[in-house]
């Protein structure tokens, strides 16, 4: 009977190590896992919120425009899989919250050469499971650094091109009970372009100048306000009339 319990126990850790590997190359336990890019969400009064959910929406990959920004700084949302150990009844402290530290980050190009290695410190917290769900918290680190997204820029600016990047991250931190955690490396593709998020609509031309297109229209054209980006050049499309001087706003340029 010891032996038919032990060659389940391994089938089971073997099948749990398996599919940990195999769905975001996890290097530890899984108690702090990396569950995705968080969509950003519509500014209101010129700031966003994002709210952490489980079920997203999440973002397949990221949009970088070196036209405007120099690096890319998504926000993540973080689980913490461990069961709580808090007990108020008994004076038992809650140890398996989670403090956040910074993350670990490389960045290579599609063929897999590396454009930069660095770490990010920041800071968060994320509670313990509860009810069976993962403990969630959103979490803000740099997946593209200046020096990666520069490199990018030097291929891509001439020809208003795109370059496809791959960020491998893996998160740090403590819990509240002085235990060192790392989640597994997770990889998120990246799309470094040069004006890709630049759009150009109807309305956004001044009909008075010669040369047309020119995207010279006022932004108060059409009288409805022009929806600003959470982050200019990140993952959201910016209206060409909020970008006016810059070549990659510019139509003729094209």
Not at 18 to 41: T, Y
Not at 78 to 99: H, K
Not at 155 to 181: C, Q
């Amino acid at each position: 009977m010891a032996s038919t319990t032990r060659k389940i126990v391994a089938g089971l850790a073997g099948a749990a190590f398996a599919a940990l590997s195999a769905s975001s190359c996890v290097d530890n336990d899984g108690s702090l896992v990396i569950i995705g890019i968080m969509s950003p969400p519509v500014a209101t009064g010129g700031t966003c919120a994002y709210t952490a959910n489980i079920i997203g929406p999440f973002l397949s990959y990221g949009t970088l425009d070196v036209a405007f920004a120099d690096q890319y700084i998504p926000t993540l949302l973080i689980g913490n899989q461990m069961n709580p150990q808090g007990n108020q009844s008994i004076d038992r402290v809650e140890t398996d919250n989670v403090i956040l530290q910074g993350a670990i980050v490389r960045v290579t190009d599609a063929a897999g050469a590396t454009l930069d290695n660095y770490t990010v410190p920041g800071d968060g917290f994320v509670p313990p499971s509860s009810g069976g769900t993962a403990g969630i918290a959103s979490f803000a680190t740099t997946l593209v650094s200046p020096t990666a997204a520069d490199a990018a820029r030097q291929e891509v600016a001439a020809n208003f091109g795109t370059k496809r990047l791959i960020a491998y991250v893996k998160v740090y931190g403590t819990t509240t009970g002085g235990t060192h955690l790392e989640s597994g490396e997770v990889a998120f593709p990246v799309n470094a372009c040069f004006g890709c998020l630049v759009t150009f609509p109807d309305g956004s031309d001044d009909e008075a100048q010669t040369v047309q297109p020119n995207c010279l229209a006022t932004s108060s054209t059409g009288g409805s306000a022009i929806t600003q980006p959470c982050l200019t050049g990140q993952d959201q499309y910016i209206d060409c009339r909020l970008c006016q001087g810059n070549v990659a706003c510019d139509p003729a340029a094209r």
